[in-house]
């Protein structure tokens, strides 16, 4: 028995019958009964467009290619072409991907079987009209935001804090508008947009818009503060007008936060011509949610850590601290650098050991080539985010080089010796920048959490020092309260 699924979509403009999700799902369930199939699952985008070729914004479309390409099902159904793509390059690309691995493709409205040789001839042609419909209907949305502007009516989607009267013109929302003017007033405090939206999120606010309701991140505190919208005007060809909505935020507050941010880019500006390049810059992740720790500079010029996940609402409730606090730790940990004297003799019995598994390593470096592969096709398909993509690249990167890495030439191993025995003194009288090259050096990775390193992931062909000194030198290092 065939695994029928269906992928059914519609948008916002489109919630009307024969349209609908219903309406797809129905005529889904009399094919699959009048095919004798097995109805495996539904995959629903609602309120997605399918003119945009870039799939990241329909979940539901990215999920039912990855498990097409996992062999999950055998038939995929749509109640019309359109509802699979408007974008002839997208449809074709899609399908490419289906047919390699022999899933079957039927859409009930043009009612062909596009596996077929002719059937392949009439997407391509189905396609193509679809694509010119997007394009078309584009064409009229714009006309029909040209009258609307002259109007004095906004275009899109209402910006958050507010919603639709019945007479069509935006009014205040009840349950979000407290947060837009929560949004300002901390802004003209002079809270940055990172905190403004770290505190948004804390009150269970979240974005609107045409991709859902998410959490708060800087850019989109920073989008809204700047948003004259709330003066009671609209963006007009780079310009704005009156409109016909009254204003949202007071004249007043409005143009002092305007100034309190242009005041801290100045600010940041000026310190960032001083130092561009920080110690720890790059290295630096979370404990908690394996997100990057960036760096802000305060006004008083004091570099501050802080989790990247925690600023765009992830769910992380790592504080971060002070940059210098990280750095004193760092110093500590390399003063404390022990390398035992015959570290020689005990890395080249490593590498003996290493040399009579020359098979199994064989193996594992083809089997890590293939995931790194395997990573690049996830992320190029858009299975995966970027954020997932780099995570999993650097892990199996940094696991290919420690294979491939040891080097048992006596006087290359007697260097790297020396270089971390002496690290320490060059680490205390180097600037910025020079910090940043050692620690590149020696480091793949620094965890933080809170005001504490947690550990270090050392350069692959140092790891054997590192792995040698943790095990002379272990209580020292629990020892410390502050310390890795």
């Known amino acids: 028995m065939e695994r029928a699924v269906l992928y059914a979509r519609v948008s916002s403009e489109e919630q009307v019958e024969g349209y609908s999700i219903d309406a797809q799902r129905r005529a889904f369930q009399q094919l699959c009964e009048s095919k004798g199939w097995k109805v495996q699952q539904e995959y629903i985008d609602e309120g997605k467009s399918a003119h945009n070729d870039n799939i990241d914004n329909r979940t539901a479309f990215q999920a039912i290619i990855s498990d097409a390409l996992a062999g999950k099902f055998d ?3 749509v109640h019309k072409l ?3 793509s408007r974008n ?12 390699k691995v022999g899933v079957s493709f039927v859409s009930i409205n043009e009612q062909m079987d596009f596996t077929t040789p002719s059937g392949k001839v009439h997407l391509a042609l189905l396609g193509a009209f679809a694509q010119y419909y997007s394009d078309n209907l584009s064409q009229e949305t714009k006309k029909g935001w040209a009258e609307r502007r002259a109007q004095g009516l906004y275009c899109g989607s209402l ?3 507010t919603i639709k009267g019945e007479d069509g013109i935006p009014i205040p929302d009840p349950d979000a508008y407290p947060g837009l003017v929560k949004a ?3 802004a003209a405090q002079d809270k940055t947009d990172r905190e403004v939206a770290i ?3 804390s009150l269970g606010y979240r974005t609107n818009g045409t991709q859902g309701r998410k959490p708060f991140s800087a850019g989109t505190v920073g989008g809204i503060l700047k948003n004259r919208f709330y003066l009671g005007e609209i963006p007009d060809n780079g310009d704005w007008i009156k409109a016909k909505h009254e204003p949202f935020i007071e004249t007043e507050l409005f143009n002092t936060v305007q100034t309190a941010r242009e005041n801290r880019i100045k ?5 960032n011509t001083k130092a561009r390049t920080y110690s720890l810059s790059t290295l630096m992740w979370c404990h908690r949610c394996n997100c990057k720790m960036r760096i802000q500079m305060s006004p008083r010029g004091r570099a501050r850590i802080y989790c990247s996940g925690r600023a765009e609402g992830l769910g992380c409730n790592n504080r971060g601290t002070f940059l210098d606090t990280y750095e004193a730790q760092i110093e500590w940990y390399l003063d404390h650098f022990i390398i035992p004297e015959e570290y020689q003799d005990k890395m080249l019995e490593i ?9 199994d390593i064989k193996k594992q470096r083809e089997a890590l080539h293939n995931a790194l592969r395997r990573l690049k096709d996830q992320y190029k398909w858009g299975h995966i985010s970027k954020r997932e993509y780099f995570a999993d690249y650097q892990t199996t990167q940094y696991e290919l080089e420690k294979i491939t890495s040891y080097n048992d030439d006596h006087e290359t191993i007697e260097r790297l010796a020396n270089f971390l025995n002496n690290i320490v003194d060059a680490w205390r009288v180097a600037t910025q920048e020079q910090r940043n090259k050692m620690a590149r050096s020696l480091f793949d990775r620094i965890v933080i959490e809170d005001n504490r390193v947690v550990f270090v992931k050392p350069k692959p062909e140092l790891e054997q020092f590192f792995r040698m000194n943790f095990e002379c030198h272990t209580s020292d290092i629990a020892g410390d309260p502050e310390g890795i």
């Open 351 to 359: 590498h003996r050991r290493q040399e009579s598994t020359s098979e």
């Open 82 to 84: 359109d509802r699979f």
């Open 88 to 99: 002839l390059r997208t449809t074709l690309e899609y399908f490419d991907k289906l047919l």
């Open 267 to 271: 600010i940041r500006n000026t310190i």
């Open 75 to 77: 038939v995929l159904v």
């Open 159 to 161: 910006p958050f804090g």
């Open 199 to 201: 505190e948004l999120n």
């Open 184 to 186: 300002f007033q901390l």
